[in-house]
């Protein structure tokens, strides 16, 4: 079945500091999407990607989706303590019908 | 934007009870729900699909009886787990898509419920 990947699995960053988590899917997706889950908290929607090499920004994020893809990043730009975070990628297949199929996930700790 | 609410958000029970935990879509109406369950430090195991009107649909591995699903309305979904025990002790989380076409649309997520089961 689908599966999918995503590293680092833990990332610890001074604040200030840039933050790049890595998604990467065994099957061709339909689109990409971005979900945080801040600690105690449950997962909240960032944003979604479909065309192929897309790139988008949300203020000190921007995420891209591979040419082929397969593939997806999210990176921060000078972290701050409100970053703090598990960030899952998400996506479903190409197939109809496809589920969501969540990464494991990359937990984000910023020390101020 | 869209709200989920799910209730209740934290629940202890004792070992052989059954606990019903809810799902509401609060400003849409939600034709297939989600179920996750979600262990400490990892990610979200999808469960089962809730759909209105008809049977849910369960994920490999998944219990059917052990895990019951009710869709009611097109606003509320139920997960009841029942005879529990303390390996169902987990973090479970349902979400619902504001699309007709769930599985390719953006996931609300209710708050969740953990569940102790002791």
């Known amino acids: 079945g689908q599966q999918v990947m995503q590293i680092p699995q833990y990332q610890h960053v001074q604040e200030g500091e840039d933050f790049t988590t890595y998604c990467n899917s065994s099957?061709?997706?339909?689109?990409i999407q971005w979900y945080k889950q801040r600690p105690g908290g449950h997962p909240v929607f960032l944003i979604q990607l479909v065309k192929s090499g897309e790139v988008k920004k949300q203020k000190r994020l921007t995420f891209q989706f591979g040419e082929a893809k397969k593939n997806s990043s999210l990176h921060i730009t000078a972290t701050q303590t409100t970053d703090v975070g598990t960030y899952f990628c998400?996506?479903?297949?190409?197939?109809?019908?496809?589920?969501?199929?969540f990464g494991e996930g990359t937990q984000l700790t910023v020390n101020p | 934007g869209a709200v989920v609410s799910q209730h209740p958000s934290w629940v202890i029970c004792k070992s052989g009870t059954s606990v019903k935990i809810e799902c509401r879509s609060l400003?849409?109406?939600?034709?297939?729900m989600f179920w996750y369950r979600q262990f400490p430090k990892q990610s979200l195991m999808l469960m089962a699909t809730s759909n209105e009107g008809s049977k849910a649909t369960y994920e490999q591995g998944v219990e059917k009886d052990k895990f019951l699903i009710n869709h009611a309305s097109l606003t509320l979904s139920t997960l009841t787990v029942t005879s529990a025990h303390p390996e169902d002790s987990s973090f479970y989380i349902c979400?619902?898509?504001?699309?007709?076409?769930?599985?390719?649309?953006?996931?609300?997520f209710g708050n969740g419920t953990r569940l102790t089961v002791t």
């Open positions: 979400s619902a898509s504001r699309s007709s076409s769930s599985y390719n649309s953006p996931l609300h």
């Open positions: 099957t061709t997706l339909s689109n």
């Open positions: 400003d849409f109406q939600a034709t297939t």
């Open positions: 998400a996506g479903p297949g190409e197939t109809s019908g496809s589920r969501l199929t």
